[in-house]
């Protein structure tokens, strides 16, 4: 497993199986439209998917490594309480997508999916 150096847990954590364990970037809270305007948390937007950062991995995961930016349905998670700080724990199949700068430089045609 891979863990991020800030995180700090006290006791180590293994991650299993498929797991990726992210901290949500921003607040769940109001949020600002790019045009400035303050959109409340009560407004309903559908379906939004979030982007998280990863700051452990389990040993089978394939795409994502500590420090990857991921996108997630915030509906389905598990969320976690690791010394006062909140994450959220999820598994590879459920990220939608990751960002990161060693992305550009995998073949291409793969596509991520599972057969």
Request: net charge negative; glycine share 10%; aromatic share 4%.
């Amino acid at each position: 497993m891979t863990v991020d150096p800030n995180l700090d847990t006290g006791l180590p954590i293994r991650l299993l199986h498929d797991r990726v364990l992210v901290k949500v970037d921003g607040s769940e809270g109001e949020r600002r439209s790019t045009a400035g305007i303050v959109i409340p948390a009560t407004a309903a937007v559908g379906k939004r998917l979030a982007w998280a950062t990863a700051v452990g991995v389990g040993p089978h995961v394939r795409a994502v490594v500590a420090g990857d930016r991921v996108l997630f349905d915030p509906d389905d998670r598990s969320e976690v309480e690791l010394h006062g700080r909140g994450y959220v724990l999820l598994r590879e199949r459920d990220v939608h997508a990751v960002a990161a700068e060693r992305v550009e430089s995998e073949p291409t045609g793969s596509t991520g999916l599972y057969l």
